[in-house]
């Protein structure tokens, strides 16, 4: 059993952490997800380093079975696999 979560620009998600008692992994999402990011930032004029910085979250910390790689892995297959 390990640990995941998501970091997200907003409500677009950009990199997947898994962890256990003993590793931790982080994984980016495909680079069209960064774009994504910078077109909405731009659209909204959140250019400044402070308002584009304060829209930077965790998701909730979401439990599943498999090691951390795995996990990783799969989160961010699924994830680009919804865009």
């Given at each position: 059993?390990?640990?995941?979560?998501?970091?997200?620009?907003?409500?677009?998600?950009?990199?997947?952490?898994?962890?256990?008692?003993?590793?931790?992994?982080?994984i980016e999402l495909a680079p069209s997800f960064i774009a994504q990011i910078d077109r909405a930032a731009q659209a909204q004029g959140l250019t400044e380093t402070d308002a584009y910085l304060e829209q930077w979250r965790w998701s909730e910390t979401a439990e599943r079975e498999g090691a951390?790689?795995?996990?990783?892995?799969?989160?961010?297959k699924e994830l680009e696999a919804a865009a």
């Open positions: 059993m390990a640990y995941y979560q998501i970091f997200y620009w907003q409500d677009i998600p950009s990199q997947v952490k898994a962890w256990d008692d003993f590793d931790e992994i982080k951390p790689e795995e996990i990783a892995a799969a989160v961010k």
